[in-house]
Nanobody, 123 residues
């Protein structure tokens, strides 16, 4: 399994931006499908965005505001979050799967997870 470490979370005002990073090690990063999920207190973990090769897919709630990208040379995936809203407040998790044949949008699709990074958006 690949090891994942997220960074970049923090406190931001509504309308602001943050960029999350997820550094991977121990696997062939370029062939992995990568995903971002989030979990707010008392709620289930939900899909945010995914990237396989250079193709991307987003949850409707973040489409047009968030951008997922990857740098295979740095074995890192990013989540650029713009126009943040209080309802975006959650712990954000990075995830990886060696499968790469379809969209992977549920937690059970992924084999490796990071420790999570807190994002708090104040109103």
């Amino acid at each position: 399994q690949v090891q994942l470490v997220e960074s970049g979370g923090g406190l931001v005002q509504a309308g602001g931006s943050l960029r999350l990073s997820c550094a991977a090690s121990g696997g062939t990063f370029s062939s992995y499908a990568m995903g971002w999920f989030r979990q707010a207190p008392g709620k289930e973990r939900e899909f945010v965005a995914t990237i396989r090769w250079m193709l991307t897919s987003y949850a409707d709630s973040v489409k047009g505001r968030f951008t997922i990208s990857r740098d295979n040379g740095k074995s890192t995936v990013y989540l650029q979050m713009n126009s943040l809203k209080p309802e975006d407040t959650a712990v954000y998790y990075c995830a990886a799967t060696p499968r790469n044949t379809r969209w992977y949008t549920t937690p059970r699709d992924y084999d490796s997870w990071g420790q999570g990074t807190q994002v708090t958006v104040s109103s």
